[in-house]
C-alpha cells in the first residue's frame, strides 16, 4: 500500500475531444479515515460517455466537475482499513469515488459487492450504473410489448449490448447497429440480437426499413447524429425514442439536431430523455431480475477491461469517443 | 346558381412556397347528386399550415393530394340538393370537399352545423379541426396540471390561440410568441395570456427564462425552427413538447433540427408528435365542451375571413407563410 494517493484532475474544460491539456496528474498523502468511514483502495474505474458532459460548464443533471477537482467517477473499491462497523477490511464496494488510488467514504455512500450473486467487475457494468441505464431506460422510457421492433444504436457498447438483450427476453425482435463486422457478429452470434447493422459500411436507413417494414417501435439511442435521423426515417405510429446519449455529439460544438424531426407528428411517436438516477429507489428490483438473468445465462455482459494505473485514465477515457471500445469500458489500476 | 364548378387543382409539387405554377384553375359541370347524396355549394374554405404537406409527395399521416386532383380543403357548406332523408336543403354542413364551389356528397362525410350552438364559421375554426388540435394536443399530448408553465408559438394562429386560453381556464401560466406588436396585445388583452413575446423583436430564451424562472412545462410547438430551439433551453424537469407543426419549416428544403434536443436527456422531457384524427371518436366531448365555455365568454375565437373567390385560393394561402395572418385563415367564397 502506497502512501501517496495519486489523482487525475480536471484542469481545464475540453472543447472537442479532451485531450491531456484538461487533465493534471497531482499526488497527496493517502488519507486517514476519522471515526465512521472507511478507507478504499480503488480497484476499478468506470469510463462512461457521461463523463465528457460533466467536463462541461454548462448545467447538467448533476453539477459540472470543478476545475482542479478529482474528476468524479464510479469506481469499484477495496475496504482496506475500517472505523466502521458497518464495513469491514477486504469488503468490496462500488461509489463515486473518482479518479485516483485511494478514498476515504461513509459506508451510506457506498453499495456493497455481493461476490456470490456476480464477478465484481460486473457492478460496474450490467449490475451498475451501465445496466440500471439500460433496465429503466428501456422498460419505463421505451414501454416496450412483446413483439414490438426494438432497433439500439451503440449496440455493442456497455449500455447498448444490455439493451438489446433485455428487449430479447422481453419478446421482442431486436436490431443492433454498431461499427465493423467484429462487433456485429458479437450482437448477432454471443449475445441474441435478431439483426446487426454496420453503420460503416451500410445504409442504416435501408436497413433498418429492411428489417423493419412497418418501421421500429422503440429506438435507444445512444449516439445521435446521422444515425437518430435514420431511426426517425423509420418510425412506426406510436414509436417511442429514448435518448440515453448522443456520443458522436459530445465532442463538437456544432451539434446536429435531427433535422426529420417532424418524423415524430407524422407518425404520433415521442422522444424522451432519461436519466437513470431518478430511478435509485428501483435499482435493487433492477439488479435482482438482472443478477437472475445473469445466473440463468439469459443476460451476457462483456467488460473492456483496461489494466493499468491511474495515470492511465486520461487515455482510456478516449477510447469511448474512438469507436474502439467494445463493451463496457474499465480501467483497472489494482488487482481484485 | 352556377352551372360550372371552378376548381382549385394541385398542377406541381412545391419547392419552397406554393407559387402560382402549384396551381391549375379548372371549371367542369356543376355535379348532379345520386340517391342518398347531397349537392353542397361550398361557402367557406379552411386554410391550414397542414396543406403545405398534402402538396408534398412525402409519405404522410394522410396520402398527398395527387396532381391534377382538386386541392384538399376542409370546407363550411350549404345543402342546396337533397337525395337524402338526413339532410335537407338550406343545413349547413362541415366536410373536406376542397377547393372548388360545389361538390356532391353522402352525409355520413359531413358534419351537421349546429347555428343555435355557435356561429358556422366557428366550425371550421374553434369548434372544428383548428380547435380539437388545440383540445387534444395540449390536454391529451401536453397533459398540464394547474399551475404548470405553458408556452405557445404561433399563439396569435388559429391553434395557437385556442391553445393558450384552455390551458387558462384549466389554471395554468401562460406565454404566447407572437410576431409583432398588436399580435402579442391581441393575446395579453383580449384572450387573457398571462404574457406575450414578440418574436421579431425580443430574445425569445431570454423573455421565456425571465417569465419561468424553473422553464416551462409545457411547450406547444407550431413554428418548429430557433422558436423551438428557444424552448428546449428552457425546459423545467419532466417537461413535454408538443409538436403540432413546424410553420417555419414547411418551405424550406434544408430544415433546421433542434440543435439542443439533448436538453430532453438533461431535464427528462418528452417531444411528442400529434395528428388530430386520432382522436376523431371524442370530437364531440371537446365539442360540447369548447362550446360551452364560448357561450361563457371563457373562450374566444379570431377568425381572419377573406372574402373573394374559389381563384383566390392560391393568394390566400400564402398569408399563412408569411406572418400575415391572424386569427383562423378562411376563405369565404359565397355569403353564409
Redesign the interface.
Known amino acids: 500500500m502506497s502512501n501517496t494517493n495519486t489523482q487525475i484532475k480536471l484542469a481545464a474544460r475540453p472543447t472537442g475531444l479532451p485531450g491531456p491539456e484538461c487533465w493534471k496528474i497531482d499526488s497527496s498523502d493517502r488519507p486517514t479515515p476519522e471515526d465512521g468511514e472507511v478507507l478504499l483502495q480503488i480497484l476499478q474505474i468506470s469510463l462512461d460517455p457521461a463523463m465528457r458532459g460533466w467536463m462541461n460548464e454548462a448545467?447538467?443533471?448533476v453539477p459540472p466537475v470543478r476545475i482542479n477537482q478529482v474528476m468524479r467517477a464510479l469506481t469499484l473499491s477495496r475496504v482496506i482499513e475500517s472505523k466502521s462497523s458497518e464495513l469491514s477490511v477486504g469488503d468490496l464496494v462500488t461509489g463515486s469515488q473518482g479518479a485516483q488510488e485511494y478514498c476515504v467514504a461513509k459506508p451510506s455512500e457506498l453499495t456493497r459487492v455481493d461476490p456470490n450473486l456476480a464477478e465484481p467487475s460486473k457492478y460496474l457494468s450490467v449490475l451498475g450504473m451501465t445496466g440500471m441505464t439500460a433496465y429503466f431506460g428501456l422498460f419505463d422510457v421505451g414501454l416496450p410489448k412483446a413483439e414490438d421492433v426494438v432497433v439500439v444504436s451503440g449496440a455493442a457498447g456497455a449500455v447498448g449490448q444490455i439493451v438489446g438483450q433485455l428487449a430479447k427476453i422481453h419478446g421482442c425482435k431486436t436490431i443492433g447497429i454498431a461499427g465493423g463486422p467484429e462487433k456485429c457478429k458479437y450482437l448477432t452470434d454471443e449475445i441474441g440480437f435478431d439483426h446487426a447493422i454496420d453503420y460503416k459500411s451500410q445504409n442504416v436507413a435501408k436497413e433498418i426499413r429492411r428489417h423493419a417494414k412497418k418501421g421500429l417501435d422503440v429506438y435507444f439511442d445512444n449516439v445521435?447524429g446521422e444515425i437518430l435521423?435514420a431511426a426517425l426515417f423509420n418510425l412506426n405510429r406510436g414509436a417511442r425514442i429514448v435518448?440515453?446519449?448522443?456520443i458522436s455529439?459530445y465532442n463538437t460544438t456544432d451539434?446536429?439536431?435531427?433535422?426529420?424531426?417532424?418524423?415524430?407528428?407524422?407518425?404520433?411517436?415521442?422522444?424522451?430523455?432519461?436519466?437513470v438516477f431518478?430511478y435509485a429507489d428501483r435499482y435493487g428490483e433492477a439488479v435482482q431480475k438482472m443478477a437472475g438473468w445473469l445466473k440463468e445465462g439469459k443476460l451476457k455482459s462483456r467488460e473492456d477491461i483496461v489494466k493499468g494505473k491511474v495515470t492511465d485514465f486520461p487515455d482510456t477515457l478516449l477510447k469511448l469517443f474512438s469507436g474502439d471500445n467494445f463493451g463496457k469500458l474499465i480501467l483497472e489500476i489494482a488487482p481484485l
Chains 1, 2 share one sequence.
Not at 435518448?243 to 448522443?246: D, K, T
Not at 446536429?256 to 422522444?271: K, T
Request: charged share 20%.
Open positions: 448545467r447538467s443533471y445521435g435521423e435518448i440515453c446519449g448522443a455529439q451539434v446536429q439536431g435531427p433535422r426529420n424531426y417532424l418524423s415524430l407528428l407524422v407518425n404520433r411517436a415521442r422522444m424522451e430523455g432519461m436519466v431518478d
